[in-house]
């Protein structure tokens, strides 16, 4: 079991910045896929950011790519999402979510379907 919280959200303005906190608990010391998803209203929940813990490798969402970024702390058993140059289509609901790893790589599981353990959220709202 891995629990997972996340913080950091909030409302600002287009062009401002965010950074997305996702704190691990439970069995943290396997070697986990780690994912930040977001989903708007009425639209279906998309992977924006994966990270290996293992092996350190991202991935990001073409969209996304050079405005957000993934990290890990592995010390802290955290998991960041910097989010620069936001934009109104950024506005959704952001959660984390993670996957036990056991081969394959991670930087491929960007389903939802692809990860069984997921937080909460935290909501980003993005005005013009």
């Known amino acids: 079991q891995v629990q997972l919280v996340e913080s950091g959200g909030g409302s600002v303005q287009a062009g401002g910045s965010l950074r997305l906190s996702c704190a691990a608990s439970g069995h943290t010391y396997f070697r986990r896929c780690m994912g930040w998803f977001r989903q708007a209203p009425g639209r279906e929940r998309e992977g924006v950011a994966i990270?290996?813990?293992?092996?350190?490798?991202?991935y990001h969402r073409d969209s996304v790519k050079g405005r957000f970024t993934i990290s890990q702390d592995n010390a802290k058993n955290m998991v960041y999402l910097q989010i620069d140059s936001l934009k109104p289509d950024d506005t959704a609901m952001y959660y984390c979510?993670?996957?036990?790893?056991?081969?394959?790589?991670?930087?491929?599981?960007?389903?939802?379907?692809?990860?069984?353990?997921w937080g909460q959220g935290t909501q980003v709202t993005v005005s013009s």
């Open positions: 990270i290996d813990t293992g092996a350190g490798g991202t």
């Open positions: 979510a993670a996957e036990i790893f056991v081969g394959g790589s991670c930087l491929t599981r960007v389903r939802a379907a692809d990860f069984t353990y």
